[in-house]
């Protein structure tokens, strides 16, 4: 179920085909991008739906992250960041982390992520 | 009675530690000849004809787009290559591209470098001509004899 929270700024969507609020690991990182990067803008998409696990499952997400932490670091420097900030999720279940990261002269409201790549079957992790 | 088991038990698993890190040093040993063997390595998941997931296959697909030669590691094969890469590089997912020895990064950043050019460059400093540059230098001849 999608939940679109507003169509402004701060606006996150979290997708799990849950009801609103047992969503822990979106949750987490809606929270600990916040808390870090302070971003005027930040969406967590829960994409397992697309995978080869089982439904209402929270492993595989894609992240857009605006921010001006990410101010004059190299692209691979940016993703680091988020990785180190989500580590524990990486640790713990998250198996895919796709992510999108931003500064805000580089983002406008019309930006629209894309849909990761289709699953490929994987090897059911 | 007690202070043997316990003094057997502590041999053991310092031998236990002893040995899980030389195995692992063996792996990392491996890893850093397996990506400078060749000028593009990309360790993923399934293999190029047929990737097992769709972030591996998107780089395979830019890959190809672009004519770039390179060797792929299937980490479904081998655990502790799977394992093992990510301690490597300190990045936790895969797919992930080292071009001339260098970690560059997962499919995120190669989508992010072809739609950007970088791709091009990065290749072009390993000695690789990207196909995409020839193809417009194509199309720009076309233009000026018509």
Known sequence: MLAKLSPFFGRHYVSTGRMIGSTPVADAINRKLEAYFQPIHVEVLNESYMHNVPKGSETHFKVLVVSQKFEKLPLIQCHRLVNEVLSEELKNGVHALSIVAKTPDKWDTTFMTEKSPACRGGFGK | ?146
């Open chain 2, 1 to 146: 009675m007690f202070k043997v088991a316990r003094s057997i038990y502590q041999s053991v698993s310092h031998k236990s530690v002893l040995f899980y890190s030389t195995e692992n040093s063996a792996v990392q040993g491996k890893l850093k000849e397996l990506v400078n063997k060749n000028k593009v390595v990309v360790f993923m998941k399934g293999v190029p004809e047929q990737p097992m997931c769709g972030f591996s296959n998107a780089v395979c697909q830019i890959l190809r787009m672009h004519g770039a030669p390179y060797e792929a590691h299937n980490v479904l094969e081998d655990e502790s290559i799977r394992q093992g890469i990510k301690e490597y590089s300190d990045w936790p997912t895969i797919p992930q591209i080292y071009i001339g020895g260098e970690f560059v990064g997962g499919c995120d950043i190669m989508i992010q470098m072809h739609q950007s050019g970088d791709l091009i460059e990065e290749l072009e400093k390993v000695g690789i001509k990207s196909k995409l540059v020839e193809e417009e230098g194509d199309t720009n001849k076309e233009k000026e004899t018509k």
